[in-house]
T-cell receptor
Framework: GENVEQHPSTLSVQEGDSAVIKCTYS??????FPWYKQELGKRPQLIID?????GEKKDQRIAVTLNKTAKHFSLHITETQPEDSAVYFC???????????FGTGTRLTIIP | GAVVSQHPSWVICKSGTSVKIECRSL??????MFWYRQFPKQSLMLMAT?????????EQGVEKDKFLINHASLTLSTLTVTSAHPEDSSFYIC???????????????FGPGTRLTVL
């Protein structure tokens, strides 16, 4: 089955700087890669996703890149703000598979 | 986006009792619903996948007789934790995919979660 690894597990960034979180996946059939933000005690919220037919997607301060050959994808947050502090999860899903496989999460702390 | 509700948001029960958690898709039909368990500072672990009108598919290591799942309609799935014990204390989150949206890239929408504490 699919295995998703995520790094780093914790990340502290000065406010205004950029943050990068990286994930690798094992199943070459995976074609959907969402990123979720989860605040303490709350539900995961989708912040951006990317399909396997594109290499990069951007939404304001958030961008995701995908390298299918290397089977890794990354989340980039620019101009970080205190409200970006949360736990971020990457996930992957293969074509025809209903299940999302989640990474282990990254606790991002923005230092004011 | 679509809305998924979950009830109750938190529950405290005595060891040995059963607890039922409801998950509803409010504005779409969810042909597939998922139940996750999340321990503190850990990732979401899929427990089971349920399709409306059929038996749930449980992940390896999840006891189907302990975690009963019923997906009776396109908008409701329930998870019953039977004979709960302290080690079952966790954050349980459901999610649903919109069966009415074409394509394989259907977004999953998550419920707000239920925090279960077993004394």
């Amino acid at each position: 089955g699919e295995n998703v690894e995520q790094h780093p597990s914790t990340l502290s960034v000065q406010e205004g700087d950029s943050a990068v979180i990286k994930c690798t996946y094992s199943d070459s059939a995976s074609n959907y890669f969402p990123w979720y933000k989860q605040e303490l005690g709350k539900r995961p919220q989708l912040i951006i996703d990317i399909r396997s037919n594109v290499g990069e997607k951007k939404d304001q301060r958030i961008a995701v890149t995908l390298n299918k050959t290397a089977k890794h994808f990354s989340l980039h947050i620019t101009e970080t703000q205190p409200e970006d502090s949360a736990v971020y999860f990457c996930a992957a899903r293969a074509f025809g598979n209903e299940k999302l496989t989640f990474g282990t999460g990254t606790r991002l702390t923005i230092i004011p | 986006g679509a809305v998924v509700s979950q009830h109750p948001s938190w529950v405290i029960c005595k060891s040995g009792t059963s607890v039922k958690i409801e998950c509803r898709s409010l504005d779409f039909q969810a042909t597939t619903m998922f139940w996750y368990r999340q321990f503190p500072k850990q990732s979401l672990m899929l427990m089971a996948t349920s399709n409306e009108g059929s038996k749930a598919t449980y992940e390896q290591g999840v006891e189907k007789d302990k975690f009963l799942i019923n997906h009776a309609s396109l908008t409701l799935s329930t998870l019953t934790v039977t004979s709960a014990h302290p080690e079952d204390s966790s954050f349980y989150i459901c999610s649903a995919r919109d069966g009415g949206v074409a394509g394989d890239y259907n977004e999953q929408f998550f419920g707000p979660g239920t925090r279960l504490t077993v004394l």
